[in-house]
Nanobody
Framework: QVQLVESGGGLGQPGGSLKLSCAAS?????????IGWFRQAPGKEREWVSC????????DYADSVKGRFTISRDNAKGTVTLQMTSLKPEDTAVYFC?????????????????????WGEGAQVIVSS
């Protein structure tokens, strides 16, 4: 497992942009792990947003954010970023990053929570005018 910390987020306007970063609190690189982003809106269950795989850097997105959010790695820093654009009020949520550090997780699996064994404490994103 790895301890994760999210940073960024905060208050954004509809149509605007915000960026979230995920890093290991120890400074350990995340380059070798599948990283996912999830979010939980008030009164709703946590939902998967996006993921980036370690083997080939491929990415997946939930339909609700496809074309607006971009997940990427900063390999030099060993961190993962979620760039959020064209924000909507319904993007308001606590965003969590998660890491899959256990071997044997199928390549294709990205959205289920059981894929991930390490979670951050979350970062608040509020989209409001």
């Amino acid at each position: 497992q790895v301890q994760l910390v999210e940073s960024g987020g905060g208050l954004g306007q509809p149509g605007g942009s915000l960026k979230l970063s995920c890093a290991a609190s120890s400074g350990r690189t995340l380059n070798y792990y599948k990283i996912g982003w999830f979010r939980q809106a008030p009164g709703k269950e946590r939902e998967w947003v996006s993921c980036i795989r370690s083997s080939d850097g491929s990415t997946d997105y939930a339909d609700s954010v496809k074309g607006r959010f971009t997940i990427s790695r900063d390999n030099a820093k060993g961190t993962v970023t979620l760039q959020m654009t064209s924000l909507k009020p319904e993007d308001t949520a606590v965003y969590f990053c998660a890491a899959s550090t256990v071997a044997g997780v199928p390549y294709t699996e990205c959205s289920p929570e059981y894929v991930y064994d390490s979670w951050g404490e979350g970062a608040q994103v509020i989209v409001s005018s």
